[in-house]
Nanobody, 114 residues
Framework: QVRLVESGGGLVQPGGSLKLSCAAS????????MSWYRQAPGKGRELVAS???????NYADSVKGRFIISRDNVKNMMYLQMNSLKPEDTAVYYC????????WGQGTQVTVSS
């Protein structure tokens, strides 16, 4: 079955960096686009970045120039390199797949605070 497992979250100071990973299994990873979402306390889930099967990328305006989404079709992994982090980036970050329906990982907490 489809499984998505995020890792790499943590506590970081403003201006710092983190790299999130999403390990995917149970489907043909190279054939499908993937995305990162986040949900801040008291807010709805929002799209952060997406990457197509051909590695075309899109970003939310709030993270453009700071975050980089990438994928490794050999390792079945998706990544989110987050630089110049701000307190407003604090959220639970999820990887998402759409394959007939939505699949989500369990999320990884990112906290940006001094």
């Amino acid at each position: 079955q489809v499984r998505l497992v995020e890792s790499g979250g943590g506590l970081v100071q403003p201006g710092g960096s983190l790299k999130l990973s999403c390990a995917a299994s149970g489907f043909t990873f190279a054939n499908l686009g993937m995305s990162w979402y986040r949900q801040a306390p008291g807010k709805g889930r929002e799209l952060v970045a997406s990457i197509s099967r051909t590695a075309t990328t899109n970003y939310a305006d709030s993270v453009k120039g700071r975050f980089i989404i990438s994928r490794d079709n050999v390792k079945n992994m998706m990544y989110l390199q987050m630089n110049s982090l701000k307190p407003e980036d604090t959220a639970v970050y999820y990887c998402r797949l759409f394959l007939s329906r939505e699949y989500w990982g369990q999320g990884t907490q990112v906290t940006v605070s001094s």
